[in-house]
């Protein structure tokens, strides 16, 4: 079972996010997702949405993504990169340095049908979506296509929120994994949210309380990352 943190880039300041990246090495995380802002964040929730825009007007992109060379070396196991699409789209060539740093990138905006060809433009592994909404043709070219595990995003509309399955949620996760690992995320916010996906998925992703735990201080963060590891997987 994989426990994934979410965190934005540099968020609150530079400083705190890389003692936040450092909290979840030592805690023995088991991967990371960072966080690249962009001016429009249509999946992200209010908590994030505010992170991002607070980062935006005191970052550039290029800060955001040069963080995460110090990310590489502070945290020893998997690294992702998550932004949208028009990010790598605009940089194009030089976002490959950026991409080399990580296992796989993340775009939020990309449905699975065109990650394909993006994926071969990039040069890089990009994790496949899948939703409630997802239809059976997007599962299967999903899990034909994944190296690595599909994200799962378990409930409609944008981060934050509770967590919850329907029963057809729950059919579309478990037909894809019976073909590769899937890692769910949106809503999950505690060790009891971790324990209900863990029944049936592979991982989780956390974002919305781990920004809202950082925004309190690192001490908090720590204490929220140390409560997370105390489920029995």
């Known amino acids: ?28 995380v088991d991967f990371l997702e960072i966080g690249i802002p962009f001016s429009d964040p249509i999946a992200d929730g209010a908590v994030l949405e505010k992170a991002s825009f607070e980062m935006l007007d005191k970052y ?9 060379f110090e990310v590489k070396r502070l945290f020893q196991k998997r690294l992702y990169i998550m932004t949208y699409t028009n990010i790598p789209y605009s940089l194009k060539d030089e976002f490959n340095k950026y991409s080399k740093l990580a296992s796989g990138v993340i775009l939020a905006d990309l449905p699975v049908r065109e990650a394909i060809g993006f994926e071969k433009k990039l040069g890089c592994n990009i994790i496949k979506f899948a939703t409630p909404e997802s239809r059976s043709s997007d599962l299967d070219l999903a899990i034909k296509s994944t190296k690595d595990f599909i994200y799962f995003i ?22 894809c994994k019976k073909h590769t690992k899937v890692y769910l995320g949106f809503g999950i916010r505690n060790a009891n949210d971790i324990a209900k996906a863990f029944s049936i998925s592979d991982g989780v992703i956390i974002g919305t309380q781990a920004a809202i735990e950082l925004q309190k201080g690192v001490q908090d963060f720590e204490r929220f990352i140390k409560s997370l590891k105390l489920i029995n997987l």
Request: glycine share 6%; aromatic share 10%.
């Open 60 to 68: 550039t992109t290029r800060d955001f993504l040069e963080s995460l």
């Open 1 to 28: 079972m994989n426990i994934g943190i979410y965190l934005i880039s540099n968020y609150p300041k530079k400083s705190t996010f890389l003692e936040a990246v450092e909290i979840c090495n030592s805690l023995d």
């Open 154 to 175: 378990s409930k409609r509309g944008i981060t934050g929120g509770d967590f919850a399955l329907d029963s057809q949620t729950v059919q579309k996760i478990n037909y």
